[in-house]
Structures are given as C-alpha cells and as structure tokens.
C-alpha cells in the first residue's frame, strides 16, 4: 500500500510539472472551452475507457488503475478481458504501457506522463480543449501542433477520427510594443475530413475526458453522495437537537 501511494504521489507532481512547465511557456493561455460533465453517464465512461485503452494506452501509462477497476463502470471481467485487455494477461494487472521510457524519450523529446491523474492535475476543461485543438503544423517533429499547449511533443493520435485542420494566424498590433506586430490566432480550417463529423468528435472527446475524470478518482460519486448524506443526517439531527432544546427550556423563566 505504501508503496502505491509513493506511486500515486509521483504521478500526480509529474502531472503537476508537466502543467506548470506549460504554463512558463510563455505568452497568454488559450481561452478553454468547458467540458460537458459525463462523470455519472456509465455508456459514456465505457465508450472513454475504449477510446483510452485504444489511442492513448500505447503511449501512456495509467501504473494506477487496474484493468478489473472498470467494472465499477459497469463493464464485466469477460467484457473487459475480450475487448480492453491489450497491454495485459490478467485483468487484474495495473494499465502499464509496453513502450520504453527511453525510446518514448527518444522518438517524443520526453516520456510521456502517466495518465492516472492527468484530469485532477490539469483540469477536464483543459483536457478537453486540448484533444480538439491539433492542427498540422510541418515545423513541429511530429508535424503537429496545439493551441492549448503550444510545441507539443505529443503527435495526434486522434486525427482519423477527427480529420487534418490547419490553423489560420493574422497578424495585430502589439499593444504592448508600439510599432510591431504579433500572430494572433484566427481560426481552425479543416482540410481532409475525419472518421467522424465535428458534433460526434466532441463527443467522443467529452466521453474521453470524463473517463480520464473518473480514473483520477474513481470513488468520487461516491464520495459526493455520500457528502449529500451526511448532510442530510446532520439536518435532521439538529431538527431534533432545537426540538429538544425547546422542549428543555420552555418551563423555565
């Protein structure tokens, strides 16, 4: 147990870095688009389990979660065994990727995060904005680029789904230098379509992202109804705590 928390607590400051580094980079932060809250939608949690273990598992890792952990989402061991179960013999292994940090670090610049926390250290609005914002960018290694996080080392896994789009730049006075100029972003043009259209991509986003939510904390329904609970039980108890107060007192003058 000790040992996992030392691993929960490693993942999670990777997480934080990765974050703060992002922000240093400089420059304003791209407006964030609000992510949808599928965080009780099970359908919705199943279909983001599959497009994580299909896009994102072969590159990060989740050392965290292990793959039995999805039938708290209503998947079965068979379901789960038969259709999620690539990087693992037994589904009650840990979610590790097969790649090596060191050919991640070579073939990326930097090994890819583990992924077990990823929302509770960025954000689901982050994340969310962040898988719908790729556009090519042929200076970049991969030959991608993102608006939210700009010079990515990570490629876009996603981009048959969602198609190629290019990012259009006009250029504005710099207000802050009187004479000079800045690219100042204009709009994403879709240049090949993808798999999907754009209304079924950031859906598939949104079921993705509320997956990675749920991941981060898989008791957190939980823990809020839970919350509601108590609440309620502590209402009641002080109905009758004044009631009993009242009827204490009310002889006496």
């Known amino acids: 147990m000790k040992k996992q928390m030392l691993k929960l607590c490693s993942a999670w400051l990777a997480s934080m870095l990765i974050g703060l580094t992002a922000h240093a980079g400089g420059g304003p932060s791209f407006p964030l688009d609000h992510a949808p809250d599928r965080s009780t939608d099970m359908a919705a949690l199943q279909r983001g389990a599959q497009l994580f273990v299909n896009y994102c598992l072969n590159c990060h890792g989740a050392s965290m979660m292990r793959y039995n952990r999805l039938r708290d989402i209503g998947l079965t061991e068979d379901q789960i065994r038969d259709n999620l179960l690539f990087t693992a013999d037994k589904v009650g292994e840990m979610m590790r990727v097969n790649m090596s940090a060191k050919d991640a670090k070579e073939w990326f610049g930097a090994t890819p ?92 986003i949104a079921d993705l992202v509320a997956y990675l939510q749920w991941m981060g904390e898989p008791q957190q329904n939980f823990r809020k109804q839970l919350g509601v609970g108590v609440m309620i039980l502590l209402l009641v108890l002080l109905f009758f705590a004044t009631r009993l107060n009242a009827a204490y007192w009310k002889d006496i003058k």
């Open 113 to 204: 995060p583990d992924l077990s926390v990823i929302a509770r250290a960025r954000g689901t609005d982050w994340l969310y904005t962040y898988m719908r914002t790729f556009y090519k960018d042929d200076t970049r290694p991969t030959g991608w680029n993102n608006l939210a996080f700009p010079n990515v080392g990570m490629p876009h896994v996603l981009w048959e789904l969602q198609g190629v789009r290019k990012a259009n730049f006009v250029e504005v006075a710099d207000p802050h230098h009187p004479g000079s100029t800045t690219h100042q972003f204009d709009k994403l043009e879709q240049v090949t379509p993808g798999k999907l259209s754009s209304v079924d991509y950031d859906n598939a």
